[in-house]
């Protein structure tokens, strides 16, 4: 999947990957590669292991175009699964200059671990993430479900997001509000 990162003005083209141990993702990185873009979303990151692999694999992209070595950037989701939570602790202050954001999908993580809304373990990946995120120099880029709202979105950033995937427009525009204070991420307007 591509996906346009702009809420107004120029902004830069992501390719969301399923994961480095997904069966097309050399195929999937090639075509959204060949497309333009210039970041990666990492879905099912484990850890440093993935970002240095898919880091391996842009910068052989980037020497072939004659791109500049670090041009494609990568978003590590990397609490979307129990492996990516466990693996953490590997990133932080890993020498990784193309690591934009650290992002976390506790929608995907609650599913595949079975608990409630509310449970400790999500509560705990989302502050895992913001700590490893700020201990690695990466943005911490919470991923809202469907259904979030304003009371959701201004806990995210009060939790420590400095951005958020948001799904809908109406989203959009409290996010836009809510995280108005925030740094932007390089190379990404609004």
Known sequence: HLVQSCTGGAGRLFLA????DAADADAALE??????????????????????????????????????????????VVADTAAGILALPSLAGAPLPRLLALACDTGLLRAELGCGPDAAALRSAAAATVTCAAAAGAVALAIASAEDQDDSLRELRRDGFGAVLVRTAPQAALARRIFAEVRPLPGVSG
């Open 17 to 20: 990957l399923a994961g480095m």
């Open 31 to 76: 075509t959204g590669l060949r497309a333009g873009a210039r970041g990666i979303v990492l879905h099912r990151c484990v850890g440093l292991r993935d970002v240095q692999h898919l880091s391996a694999k842009l910068a052989v992209h980037e020497a072939e175009q004659d791109l500049a070595e670090g041009a494609i950037d990568i978003v590590a």
